[in-house]
């Protein structure tokens, strides 16, 4: 078992940055691959980002947060991070973490999942 906790959401005005955190606890957190994916009211959950798992750890990006968005994991810490910078009204949605055996955009290939943190992008 995973445990994930994401933290860092909040209410952003357009143009700002913002910095999601999330912690694993449980099994070797470093041997899984991690996503990030979100979920706005009304929509089908989204992929953001992701990492595989194991060296060197290759980073995707969603293809509308490109240039925007960035993650990085600390596997001392375990803990996975999502840099968002010039934040949109879109970006507005619930940002979940989540951990699987194998990188994929799919959600459903993820086994564990955080509870989600907010964003809201709104001036």
């Known amino acids: ?3 994930l906790v994401e933290s860092g959401g909040g209410l952003m005005q357009p143009g700002a940055s913002l910095r999601l955190s999330c912690v694993g606890s449980g ?4 041997n899984y691959a991690v996503g990030w994916f979100r979920q706005a009211p009304g929509k089908e959950r989204e992929f953001v980002a992701g990492m595989d798992a194991g060296s060197p750890y290759y980073a995707y990006i969603g293809d ?8 990085s994991r600390d596997n001392a810490k375990n803990r996975v991070y999502l840099q968002m910078n010039s934040l949109k ?3 507005t ?7 699987g ?3 994929t955009e799919l959600s459903t290939g ?14």
């Open 110 to 123: 993820y086994d564990y999942w955080g509870q989600g943190t907010q964003v809201t992008v709104s001036s």
């Open 1 to 3: 078992q995973v445990q």
């Open 27 to 30: 099994r070797t957190f470093s």
């Open 89 to 91: 009204p879109e970006d």
């Open 64 to 71: 509308s947060m490109k240039g925007r968005f960035t993650i």
């Open 93 to 99: 949605a619930i940002y979940y973490c989540a951990a």
């Open 101 to 103: 055996l194998r990188f």
